[in-house]
């Protein structure tokens, strides 16, 4: 099991900045990918950034030059820089990680096991 903590969430004005972090903690577990997503009422659920163990990452449209990811492997954590704040990057944040879980093991090899972070709100007034 991987528990996921996010904070860094809150209210801020247009143009303003924020940092969420996202802190992943368990045993026997080799992180593949780590993100952000975020949601708005009565929509679906989208891609930020999402970066993978190579140090690659792929950001959104909306938010590339805004938004920086940065990761800290000693640490399991992820990082979210979000800078040039706007009303519509108002939503809930949520953290996803996909680990190679050393505790399962499948019909291929080590499972690949999902998880979310509980989410946090992030509000830009105009």
């Known amino acids: 099991q991987v528990q996921l903590v996010e904070s860094g969430g809150g209210l801020v004005q247009t143009g303003g900045s924020l940092r969420l972090s996202c802190a992943a903690s368990g045993s026997r577990f080799s992180v593949k990918t780590m993100g952000w997503y975020r949601q708005v009422p009565g929509k679906e659920r989208e891609l930020v950034a999402v970066g993978n163990s190579g140090g690659s990452t792929n950001y959104a449209d909306s938010v590339k030059g805004r938004f920086t990811v940065s990761r800290d492997n000693t640490k399991n954590t992820l990082y979210l820089q979000m800078n040039s704040l706007k009303p519509e990057d108002t939503a809930v944040y949520y953290c996803?990680?996909?680990?190679?879980?050393?505790?399962?093991?499948?019909?291929?090899?080590?499972?690949?096991?999902?998880?979310w972070g509980q989410g946090t709100q992030v509000t830009v007034s105009s």
């Open positions: 996803n990680v996909v680990v190679v879980d050393f505790t399962a093991w499948g019909t291929t090899g080590w499972e690949t096991q999902e998880y």
